[in-house]
């Protein structure tokens, strides 16, 4: 069974680092792109950033480009995700995702409030 389990939102202040975990199972990790989605109350579902199945490629939008850091440890089969200058426009729920479509697990909730 396919697992994936965010973890390590919080509230935290504008201008904030937090430092997102996922941790993988049921499926070959490392044989697979991985992807952060974020969805803010009331709105769709938008992309974070996307790694490749090695961990040399990344990939974001404008919105978190320079600020967030997609990475991954294939031997321990978890994906990070490093937010830093953190904007109340940050606040929603993360979701790692297996490539840029496939299934999505359990989020963590990140409210970046003062």
């Known amino acids: 069974e396919v697992q994936l389990q965010a973890s390590g939102g919080g509230l935290v202040q504008p201008g904030g680092s937090l430092r997102l975990s996922c941790a993988a199972s049921g499926f070959t990790f490392s044989s697979n792109a991985m992807t952060w989605v974020r969805q803010a109350p009331g709105k769709e579902f938008e992309w974070v950033a996307t790694?490749?199945?090695?961990?040399?490629?990344?990939t974001y939008p404008d919105s978190v480009e320079g600020r967030f850091t997609i990475a991954r440890d294939n031997a321990k089969n978890e994906l990070y995700l490093q937010m830093n200058s953190l904007k109340p426009e940050d606040t929603a729920v993360y979701y790692c995702?297996?490539?840029?479509?496939?299934?999505r697990g359990q989020g963590t909730l990140v409210t970046v409030s003062s």
């Open positions: 995702q297996i490539g840029l479509n496939g299934r």
């Open positions: 790694i490749d199945k090695a961990g040399s490629i990344t």
